[in-house]
């Protein structure tokens, strides 16, 4: 959420701008077996032998960031740019599975459970965070803005950089890094789980119907998961600790015809969990009588699957008025079942905001 941004030319080549963002992101990852398990029945993993691997990870950070960004051109084909970062952290809550193991015993048909398991939560929150069930992310309600307001010091920095080179008017092309950088979280709790052999006794669904429907009782799924399998014991404070912003390296040529159709080729490569995953986005965008700016995009990634983006801005007088998606698509999930979502994996970032020229 762009909550400021303000912007200022201090000589015909130097733009200053100053920016105040709230960014969040969520990453939730399983195994195939995580699902296959809910689809098949445990008795399709039947012996210990015969195992499923319920491997999973959660990653959450909610952050401020407020940055300084300086353009320059360098001659009339030439630009180039950096935005350095300052970052407060909000929130970072991660489970860190490393192979736990569930299957069914072969005599007594009980299900039976190797886990492997590392919690982390930091938070400006004064929030109970002794006890997982009792924090403040499995509660209902909202969180008063007094609770918010009470920082401990999390922080980080971050940059961006970037240039951009232009051939004629019509064709040019750019390159960037963005979000390169890192968070350093204080005040943490943590709690980490080993065990072998945990008899996981409890159903998560309520009758075979309700498992053949995926109408799975996720309060009892959580109740279950951390009595039987992690325990409700307590989180206990730890180190501080650092995580990395999701880093984007990307490169960009666009070929312009007129203000009317502008086709541009994006190639991205995330960062992720220590891995790179590449993207390439094909894009248009128009303008229409100095009134109308439209946008449409396809994306083809190997982090987050394939989507299709629009986008729309209205100039009325000094303001412009914009909202632009990466993946129109997703609206179709709303209301599907419960295994369509856990058998894709979809994502989409989603901006508006209104733009004032003085």
């Known amino acids: 959420m762009d909550v400021l941004g303000l912007g200022y030319r201090i000589t015909d080549k130097l733009y200053l701008d100053l920016n105040w963002r709230v960014k969040s992101n969520g990453e939730f990852y399983y195994s195939r077996d995580f699902v296959g398990f809910f689809i098949n029945g445990n008795g399709n993993y039947m012996g210990e032998e015969n195992y499923a691997d319920f491997t999973f990870g959660l990653d959450i950070n909610i952050f401020s960031e407020i940055s300084v960004g300086l353009q320059y051109d360098i001659n009339e084909k030439l630009t180039v740019g950096v935005r350095p970062k300052l970052l407060a952290g909000v929130l970072n809550a991660s489970i860190n599975d490393d192979n736990t193991k569930i299957y069914t015993d072969s005599d007594t048909y009980e299900m039976i459970g190797d886990i492997n398991l590392n919690t982390k939560v930091s938070s400006i929150l004064d929030a109970d965070l002794d006890n997982l069930s009792e924090s403040v992310l499995f509660q209902e309600g909202s969180v008063s803005l007094t609770e918010l307001m009470k920082f401990k010091d999390n922080y980080g920095f971050g940059v961006d950089f970037g240039a951009s080179y232009t051939f004629n008017e019509h064709f040019g092309v750019a390159a960037g890094v963005y979000d390169l950088g890192f968070i350093k979280w204080k005040n943490t709790k943590e709690k980490y789980v080993e065990k072998e052999n945990v008899v996981i006794s409890e159903p998560i669904a309520g009758d075979f119907d309700a498992l053949l429907d995926m109408n799975l009782d996720l309060s009892e799924l959580y109740k279950n998961l951390f009595r039987d399998v992690w325990g409700a014991d307590t989180l206990h404070s730890a180190d501080d600790y650092t995580t990395s912003l999701k880093t984007r390296i990307i490169l960009q040529g666009y070929y312009e015809l007129n203000s009317f159709a502008r086709f541009t080729a994006i190639s991205q490569m995330y960062y992720v969990n ?17 009134i109308l700016n439209v946008t449409a995009n396809y994306t083809l990634s190997k982090y987050s699957g394939n989507y299709l983006g629009v986008g729309l801005g209205i100039n009325v007088a000094f303001m412009n008025i914009y909202v632009v998606t990466d993946n129109i698509m997703i609206l179709s999930n709303i209301g599907a079942s419960a295994s369509k979502l ?13 733009v004032f020229s003085l």
Not at 274 to 290: C, E, H, V
């Open 342 to 354: 856990l058998t894709s994996y979809e994502s989409a970032n989603l901006r508006f905001g209104i």
């Open 274 to 290: 220590q891995k790179l995953r590449p993207a390439l986005t094909l894009a248009y965008s128009g303008s229409f009588f100095d």
